[in-house]
């Protein structure tokens, strides 16, 4: 590896990290104000540190009931998605059929839509089919937006994409889904885990189309927004905090099951783990 | 299902991968909105009660009162959009190929400020841009601001919320379109090529359009929409047409222009794909593809 | 108006038809409300009757409100975050047996309204036994006849409503609202940036605060404490006063005089000196003094508003005197002055200041929860608008703040 690619990787990995840390300068205030010895009921002005919105977090059994309910919709929701919009992307891409471009367009609209329109728009349609508002109408409205945004980052994997393996694959005397399954699903795999961690994100934090679908139901945001009225209670920074360390923490334990799968196979395989990576360390410095 | 010919089958397979989610969003999406457009063309108030008169003035005067706000939001997403490609396409392309197995750990931490609430988020920035704080006495004593300006309630402070909040959406369709790029195809534009540079405009570039278009409509869509980070962040002069359409919707319940207005943007934007699409030599993403 | 002869020719149509009118109009249920059916359909079609058409007709009169005594079971209270001591509801329903639901759920008038409009306007049910609006939604829904009329038997402790509360220009006999607390819409400052204490509502127009000032919004609020200054009281301003009073206040914004214009979040600005007065609540000074000490509060000398949140029993209400009871039991003077000593509002009973002045004393003399005779002589009510007027108000308003 030359020098200068050495640079180019450096600087690479600073503006990288630079962008990182600009996405969690607010984060790390957020953590740091669940430590703030705050006397009023706001939590603005550093006071000095304390422990004692650790001590009970989940006091405020409502508090606790709405991060549980934001944390179940986005899960139940990003699945949703992501399994209804992977497949109106395969649609999408690999076919032409009659409308193709309609409807490509039309999935660009939810996006398009402003929420509050959008929101309103969708609760009317529940009322009118007397369907009773609540956690099964969120996770609809969630879905419902979040599938545009599942199409468009899986187009972007599927486009161009090529389709050689597959068409071996059946060649060979495989059919439709185990294609699907064991070729495609692997190749778009990246699309689609970018695709659930954006729907995920957009649902935990959803805050106008739910407050109107919500019914009695209570969300995080909800809460949260709510809250500002008042002040916000440091126990909220507290329980964001825990859901942060939460969700880092499985894709630590993710990453080293993965890890360790991988080297398992690599030694089954006959092959020094070793060797592997310091053969990738050198084609990515050169890639 | 099996009892059909392969051929058959491979007909209906597109439509068979469309239907569900085609349907939600039928349901869910375009029944309110059909409504929505019905609701733009009446006439009336809460009190008297409302009625279908296909009002189309509402359009023409949604247009002539409120063009500058939607001129604004157009322009707030669209720097925004740039300033979110700047920033993310670096940050996708090292998480592509220089992360190695963290790539989903990066991909996560891009993701996870979302999982602290908006109202968090945003009243960390007030606290950080305050006009008596670090930020901006730094700021100042360098120049870049002047002695009685101000970081917060300006253009700078709504388009950098915009910006901050539609990052990851840039960032991942990004990533996602540059990592399924095939490392051989990059080492050999570099043997042909005398400068990587010159390899990653020919190659590399061309190659993650379709990411680039991605990120840009998922950013530039809804932060043309966005209402929060001007009311929050902004004055009256930068307030956009999602502040319109929020007052008009729940606090004067003109729902006949608020309909109109959201169609009307929604419009404006779908001509913009469009568009963005032809100039990105694009066209043969919507069309049938090889 | 619904056209009888519709009217008839659908109720014909239920009985025959097999359709059960029931599930024909959802959790409707009584006779007016064949109207509010006929409106569901029409919006299907792309027209919706209006408010005043629906409102029923024949409202009872508050002598011929009777609910009687049921089990307290389930009890739904709507009410705004953090508006209560959560311990108060477990003891009531220790007391009474009961499990209430208290949900959290209104965020902002406007919202909540655009979330249960419909339902109102089509005379259902919206599954809430008590919701607590401020003044100028409740009279909106008192005007409206989305309520029930409150049996003042069941609350006898209705008699400790403060006196200046008693009555009130859009509900004058109480017969719908019971206030839940109080709150004071005035002047926020920085002792410390301004220089100097501050009296006057004029003092928002001071050229020496340029850019340091922010205003409410809701028009309600910064409008109606503009029109103080300006010598009118609110309470009977016409629209005519009031936007005068916007025009002020858009000459000032384009002087650069107002920052900005905020809902609930003139706190982080107020409090980090980025805004040097504001016009805000009185509630929220007696936390944000806690943690910046320079922070003051002031109900400006020429009069300042008092708003109100306010118990309400929306219109189908299922539980009543359940509903009652709560209103009732919140009313004790010392289960009031928990609430009291938990929010910091105003508290609108009588009685609590002896109760925390024994308990917590520094609490019972601070002038901001438990303001003097003065001050409250000086306290205006939001103006009872008509419909129309109130939403040439909000375009007004909507046009100078950008939205």
């Not at chain 2, 990052?167 to 990587?196: G, H, N, Q, W």
Request: aromatic share 10%; with cysteine.
């Amino acid at each position: 590896m030359t020098r200068r690619d050495r640079i180019r990787t450096w600087g690479l990995g600073v503006w990288a990290g630079l962008t990182l840390l600009y996405l969690f300068i607010p984060v790390f205030i957020v953590v740091l104000f669940s430590f703030n010895d705050n006397k009023g009921r706001f939590n603005f002005t550093w006071q000095g540190f304390t422990l004692r919105h650790w001590n009970h977090p989940f006091a405020d059994s409502d508090l606790a009931q709405a991060l549980q309910n934001s944390v179940s919709i986005a899960v139940i929701s990003t699945l949703i998605a992501v399994t209804l919009g992977t497949f109106m992307a395969m649609a999408l891409v690999r076919y032409g059929f009659r409308g193709r471009s309609a409807t490509d367009m039309f999935v660009f609209l939810p996006l398009a839509t402003p929420e509050v329109v959008l929101g309103a728009a969708l609760l009317a349609l529940f009322l009118t089919l007397n369907v009773n508002t609540g956690f099964v109408t969120i996770v609809i409205a969630h879905v419902m937006f979040t599938i545009s945004y599942v199409v468009v980052t899986i187009r972007a994997r599927l486009e161009g994409m090529d389709r050689h393996i597959e068409e071996a694959a059946m060649d060979l005397g495989a059919n439709e889904w185990t294609t699907f399954r064991k070729v495609t699903l692997p190749l778009i795999a990246p699309g689609v885990a970018s695709a659930a961690l954006l729907a995920a994100a957009i649902s935990i934090d959803d805050y106008v189309i739910t407050s109107f679908n919500a019914g009695q139901t209570q969300t995080f945001p909800l809460y949260i927004f709510g809250a500002t009225r008042q002040g916000v209670p440091a126990e909220v920074n507290v329980l964001a905090t825990i859901l942060l360390i939460v969700v880092l923490g499985l894709m630590a334990v993710n990453v080293a099951i993965q890890r360790a799968r991988s080297r398992r196979e690599m030694r089954i395989a006959g092959v020094e783990p070793a060797d592997i990576g310091r053969e990738l360390a050198e084609a990515t410095a050169r890639g | 299902m099996l009892r059909l010919s392969l051929k058959r089958r491979r007909a209906l397979l597109p439509y068979l991968y469309l239907a569900p989610g085609l349907a939600w969003l039928i349901l869910f999406f375009l029944i309110p909105l059909a409504n929505q457009a019905n609701v733009s063309l009446q006439t009336g108030n809460p009190e008297t009660g409302y009625s279908f008169a296909w009002h189309f003035a509402t359009y023409t005067d949604a247009i002539s009162e409120y063009h500058t706000q939607f001129l604004r939001s157009l322009l707030y997403a669209g720097i925004a959009t740039v300033l979110c490609l700047i920033m993310a396409f670096p940050l996708a392309y090292f998480i592509a190929y220089k992360a190695g197995r963290y790539k989903n750990l990066l991909l996560l931490l891009v993701v996870l400020p979302f999982f602290v609430s908006y109202v968090l988020r945003t009243v960390s920035w007030q606290l950080i841009l305050a006009d008596d704080g670090w930020v901006a006495d730094t700021l100042r004593s360098v120049g870049l601001l002047s002695s009685d300006g101000r970081l917060l309630a300006t253009t700078p402070a709504v388009i950098a919320g915009i910006t901050y909040n539609f990052l990851p959406f840039m960032a991942l369709p990004l990533y996602v379109s540059l990592e399924k790029i095939d490392r051989r195809l990059l080492e050999a534009a570099t043997d042909l090529y005398a400068s990587r540079a010159t390899a990653f405009r020919k190659v590399t570039l061309p190659l993650a359009i379709p990411g680039i278009f991605a990120g840009s409509l998922l950013t530039f869509i809804p932060a043309s929409g966005d209402f929060i980070n001007a009311a929050l962040l902004g004055t009256p002069n930068q307030h956009m047409i999602g502040n319109v359409i929020q007052s008009k919707f729940l606090n004067i319940l003109d729902y006949p222009t608020a309909a109109a207005l959201s169609f009307l943007l929604m419009s404006m934007i779908l001509i913009g794909i469009f568009l963005y699409a032809r100039v990105l030599g694009a066209r043969n993403l919507m069309e049938s593809a090889g | 108006m619904t056209d009888p002869s519709v009217e008839r020719a659908l109720e014909r149509l239920f009985l025959e038809g097999g359709v059960s009118r029931r599930r024909f109009l959802g959790r409707a249920g009584s006779a007016g409300l064949a109207a509010a059916g006929l409106s569901s359909v029409l919006a299907a079609c792309g027209g919706v009757k209006g408010e005043s058409a629906n409102a029923p007709k024949g409202t009872p009169k508050p002598a011929a409100v009777n609910h009687p005594k049921t089990a307290i079971g389930q009890l739904t209270f709507s009410n705004w975050p953090l508006y209560i001591d959560k311990k108060v509801i477990k003891d009531f329903d220790k007391q009474y047996g009961g499990t209430t639901k208290y949900l959290e759920d209104i965020n902002d008038n406007y919202e909540f309204f655009g979330k249960v409009r419909q339902q109102l306007t089509r005379g259902e049910s919206i599954d809430r036994d008590i919701v607590t609006l401020t003044d100028f939604m409740a009279a909106r829904w008192v005007r409206n006849g989305y309520v029930e009329p409150i049996d003042k038997k069941n609350v006898p402790n209705a008699r400790n409503l403060v006196a200046n509360l008693k009555s009130i220009n859009y509900d004058p006999q109480r017969t719908y609202t019971l206030p839940w607390q109080s709150g004071g819409t005035g002047i926020g400052y920085n002792r410390k940036k301004t220089g100097r204490k501050i009296e006057s509502v004029n003092d928002l127009f001071d050229p020496a605060f340029k850019g340091r000032v922010t205003m409410l919004q809701e028009p309600y609020d910064s409008a109606c404490l503009v029109l103080c200054g300006m010598g009118i009281d609110p309470s009977t301003a016409k629209i005519d006063d009031i936007l005068k009073a916007i025009d002020k206040i858009d000459q000032a914004k384009s002087s650069g005089q107002i920052r900005r214009f905020t809902g609930n979040d003139y706190a982080t600005d107020l409090s980090k000196g980025n805004v040097w007065l504001a016009v805000a609540y009185s509630g929220d000074l007696v936390q944000l003094q806690a943690d910046n000490p320079d922070l003051e509060f002031v109900f400006p000398k020429e009069g300042s508003m008092l708003f109100t949140d306010n118990m309400m029993m929306p219109k189908g209400v299922a539980h009543p005197y359940a509903a009652e009871t709560m209103m009732n039991y919140v009313y004790e003077p010392e289960v009031a002055a928990k609430i009291a000593a938990y929010v910091n509002y105003i508290t609108p009973v009588d009685g609590v200041q002896e109760v925390l002045a024994k308990t917590d004393p520094k609490l019972a003399r601070n002038p901001l929860i438990f303001p003097d005779d003065a001050v409250r002589s000086r306290l205006k009510s939001y103006p009872a608008l008509s419909p129309a007027d109130e939403r040439t108000m909000q375009d007004a308003m909507a046009k100078v703040t950008g939205g």
